[in-house]
């Protein structure tokens, strides 16, 4: 099965996007996620691969199996939680655990010392700007997201243009070069938040890569994320926002610890990692071949969808 960069993007033509937008717009969050319902199941019987994906990472865990349809639907739910959260910046309920690393980081911000986040496809990290409109004192943080900008390029075009929170900038990933290293560090400098995702292969470097024992599995992971991070030279977190019944948040915080080489910065990430995904697993994001080995033929479709 190819990487996820290889696959084209599904079920976000313009039209749709356009319509399920009214229906935001009109009748709110819950009607949406009521109309998802069926929309989801007639992606979910072309959706083969994705299908195939979720199956595989059920089996990585080893765990109790859940429908594949339902694994897709809680997807979408994320995206209309965030749409929720930007486009009419929404209160969505976020629980933040109080933890060193949250007394730490928040000391940071105060003291407009910038950070580097990173974060996965576990979750929804995209409300964390909702948090910071909660406490004030962080007003001036602004929150720079590297984003892959040719795959679910449709998607993230309509999201951009709804959210109305102009403190959530987007970049794409696939420009980085020295330039952006040299603005980036000017924005850690003068307090911003930078947010990578370091689960995900690079499209631009698919060769540059490291390998970490991950849900029993030797998986890849983008080197030039943990280099990056390490090069910014400022404190490093984890980070996921994992959805908690009736749409609430829990928002899940590391510092990592001090890093000598990528490789070491990357084994305290799939630390982090891997108990999200097994507590978690319908919240995992991931629908491609992730773990190696897998999804090379058809896996048994199961009974139903539900």
Not at 82 to 93: E, L, P, R, T
Not at 112 to 132: D, K, Y
Not at 154 to 182: C, M, N, S, V
Request: glycine letters at 6%.
């Amino acid at each position: 099965m190819a990487d996820w960069y290889q696959h084209k993007e599904q079920s976000a033509g313009r039209f749709r996007l356009f319509l399920l937008w009214q229906i935001y717009r009109f009748f709110g969050v819950r009607a949406l996620k009521i109309a998802l319902v069926p929309i989801v199941g007639v992606i979910w019987c072309f959706a083969a691969p994705a299908r195939n994906a979720s199956r595989a990472f059920q089996a990585a865990l080893n765990g109790p199996r859940f429908s594949t349809y339902r694994h897709m639907l809680s997807y979408s739910y994320a995206l209309v939680d965030k749409i929720d959260a930007s486009a009419f910046a929404k209160a969505v309920a976020v629980e933040i655990p109080d933890t060193p690393a949250q007394h730490s980081l928040l000391r940071r911000l105060r003291a407009r010392q910038g950070v580097f986040f990173i974060c996965g496809h576990i979750g929804n990290v995209e409300i964390l700007p909702v948090v910071a409109r909660r406490l004030p004192e962080l007003g001036g943080v602004t929150f720079h997201s590297f984003i892959e900008s040719g795959q679910s390029r449709i998607f993230f075009e309509f999201y951009a243009g709804k959210k109305q929170d102009k403190r959530h900038l987007f970049h794409p990933i696939d420009a980085i070069g020295i330039q952006t290293a040299i603005e980036t560090q000017e924005r850690i400098a003068r307090g911003d938040v930078v947010i990578m995702a370091g689960d995900r292969v690079s499209a631009r470097a698919p060769g540059k890569t490291l390998s970490a024992d991950f849900l029993g599995h030797s998986c890849r992971f983008p080197q030039g994320v943990f280099r990056f991070a390490r090069m910014m030279d400022c404190p490093v977190y984890f980070l996921a926002a994992i959805r908690l019944k009736g749409s609430r948040y829990r928002l899940v915080l590391e510092e990592a610890p001090p890093a000598p080489n990528d490789q070491t910065l990357l084994a305290a990430y799939t630390r982090f990692l891997e108990p999200l995904a097994r507590n978690h697993p319908d919240q995992w994001y991931h629908f491609y071949s992730f773990f190696p080995g897998k999804n090379k033929k058809p896996l048994p479709e199961e009974s139903g969808i539900m």
